[in-house]
């Protein structure tokens, strides 16, 4: 007997041991998940954080486009209604916008000229300056030109 009290108390040291391993295991199991969550809200409070800031910042620029189509809207407008001639043309010298006083002096609907080259519909008085020198200027920073149809 006392050969197999000696095995009992072996296996009751044993499963001692063993439920204060699991013991340990399951507490710092826990703490270890307590510590992601723990992180786990630090990394969602930073990118709400960062969020919050990409959105002010995106309400700017949405603030700044639409006052910039404002302005825009505004000078369509005033070209459109105004009583003097306005054309536009692209980079290629093709007419992009012919408004109505066009229309009356020229003769011509809006949606006859859009999209033709200015070149072939109008002479255009350069003045003094050559053709060249116009379109190299109108290449630069100011897209602008005053002229007279002939």
């Excluded at 050969?3 to 296996?11: A, E, P, V």
């Excluded at 536009?88 to 066009?102: C, E, L, R």
Aim: charged share 30%; proline share 1%.
């Amino acid at each position: 007997m006392s050969h197999r009290s000696g095995w009992n108390l072996r296996i009751d040291w044993f499963v001692i041991i063993l439920n204060a391993l699991f013991f340990v295991l399951t507490t710092f199991t826990q703490a270890m998940s307590r510590k992601k969550v723990e992180i786990s809200e630090k990394i969602l409070i930073i990118a709400n954080k960062k969020l919050a800031a990409q959105i002010k910042e995106k309400e700017k620029l949405s603030a700044k486009l639409l006052e910039a189509l404002e302005r825009v809207s505004f000078l369509a407008t005033i070209a459109e209604n105004i009583a003097d001639p306005v054309i536009s043309t692209d980079n290629d010298s093709n007419i992009t916008k012919w408004n109505k006083a066009a229309e009356a002096l020229l003769e011509w609907k809006s949606d006859e000229v859009i999209g033709k080259n200015a070149a072939g519909l109008l002479k255009v008085n350069y003045m003094d300056e050559g053709r060249d020198l116009i379109f190299e200027f109108l290449k630069g920073k100011k897209r602008s030109w005053l002229g007279e149809v002939i």
